[in-house]
C-alpha cells in the first residue's frame, strides 16, 4: 500500500478528458479539441499590462479586485445587458474558473444537490463534487437545449442549479422564455441560480439574455477569458446579491488572495476601450460556424446549426470519432462532457478557415 494518502473526494475525481487529448495525434494533426479563442489578445490590453507593470503595479491588490475594474465591470453589465450592479456586488477572480470554485465552496453543504446541464462544462461536477455536494445532470432535448420541465423535476430540493448559454460543449443558445421559466422557478422552490455567461458575446442569430432579469438570486459569472481572447491572463469575475460577496471574499482570499494585478489593469482596459475587436472575432466565428457546418452537413452528419460559443456537437457515432483521432483530427469524444452523449463529439471551430476546410475533407474519406 502506497504511503501516500488523498482525500477521498479528491481521489474519485478523474482528469479532464479534454487535457488528456492535448498529447494525442502527430505533427500533422489537425486540432479541434482546443476550447480557447485562437486570436491573439488584442494590443490595447496588451500595452496596458505593460504600463502596469512599468508603473511598478505588482503588489497584491485589494482581495475583490482594483476599485477601477470592479466599477468598470459594473458599466459593463449597463452598458451590455441593462443590469445594475454596484461594485460591492462584484469579486474579480482569476478566470471564471475560480468563480465557479468559490460559488460552490460558500453555498454547498455535504450531500447537497447541485444541477447543471448534461452534457455540459466538465468543471461543474467536478468543482460541486469537490464542495462535498452531489452533481446531478440535467437532460438536454434533442435540439440540444435544456428540457425545461425535467430540470423542474429535478429542482425540488437542490441547492444550485448552474445555467450556461451560449453553451459550452453544444453551442446552444436558451431562449429567453426558458431562462425566465427556469429562473422564476427556482426562485420558488429555494434554488439559487448560477448563470456562466463567458460567450455572451459569441451568438450568431439570437439574443443573449442575462439570467439575472429574472430572479433576485442568481450569481453571475463572466470572464475576460473567451470574449478578449484572453485565456491565460486569467480574469472572471462573480456579480451576486452584495450579502453574497464577503462568504465568497473568505474562500478567496484565503486560496487565492488576489487575482493577478498585472492582469487586472489588463483587464481594465478591455472593458473601458473599444470593443471592434469582439466584434470582428464574432464574425469570424460566424464564419467558420458556417463552413464547419456546411462542410459536415454535406458529409450527412444531421445536427443542429451551433447557435453561439465556438462548439459544434455532432452526433458521429463511437466509430467515425475513433477513426476522425486515429486519422488525426483532434475532437473532444462526449462522454468528457457528461454521461448522456456518448455517442457525440465536440469540434470546435476556434481554429482556421483553412484547418476546418481540412478537417472536412479528411472527414469525408472516413465516413463511409
Ligand atoms: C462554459 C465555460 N465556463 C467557464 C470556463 C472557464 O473559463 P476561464 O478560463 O475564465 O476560467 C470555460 C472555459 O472553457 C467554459 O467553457
Known sequence: MSKHRYAARVRALEMSGIRKLFDA?????????????????????????????????????????????????????????????RPEQILVTAGGSEALHLVMQALVDPGDRVLFPDPGFVSYAALAAIAGGQPVGVPLDETLHIDVEQAKELMDGARLFVLNSPANPTGAVESEESI?????????????????????????????????????????????SKTYAMTGWRIGYIAAPEEHIPEYLKVHQ?????????????????????QGEVARMREEYRARRDLLYSGLSGLGLKFPRPEGAFYAFVPMGRNLIDKAIEGGIIIVPGEAFGSRAPDYARLSYATSRENLSRAVGRLAALVE
Do not use: M, W
Not at 503595479?57 to 443590469?83: D, H, M, Q, S, V
Open 254 to 274: 484565503y486560496a487565492q488572495a488576489c487575482a493577478t494585478s498585472i492582469s487586472q489593469y489588463a483587464a481594465l482596459a478591455a472593458y473601458t476601450g473599444d
Open 25 to 85: 495525434g502527430g505533427p500533422d494533426a489537425i486540432n479541434l479539441g482546443i476550447g480557447q479563442p485562437d486570436f491573439d489578445t488584442p494590443d490595447h490590453i496588451k500595452e496596458a499590462a505593460i504600463a502596469a507593470i512599468r508603473a511598478g503595479k505588482t503588489g497584491y491588490t485589494p482581495n475583490a479586485g482594483i476599485p477601477e475594474l470592479r466599477e468598470a465591470i459594473c458599466a459593463k453589465f449597463e452598458r451590455e445587458n441593462n443590469l445594475t450592479f
Open 180 to 224: 425566465r421559466a427556469l429562473v422564476e422557478y427556482a426562485d420558488d422552490h429555494g434554488v439559487t441560480i448560477v448563470t456562466d455567461e463567458v460567450y455572451e458575446h459569441f451568438i450568431y442569430e439570437k439574443k443573449h439574455v442575462s439570467a439575472a432579469h429574472f430572479g433576485d438570486d442568481v450569481i453571475t459569472i463572466n470572464a475576460t
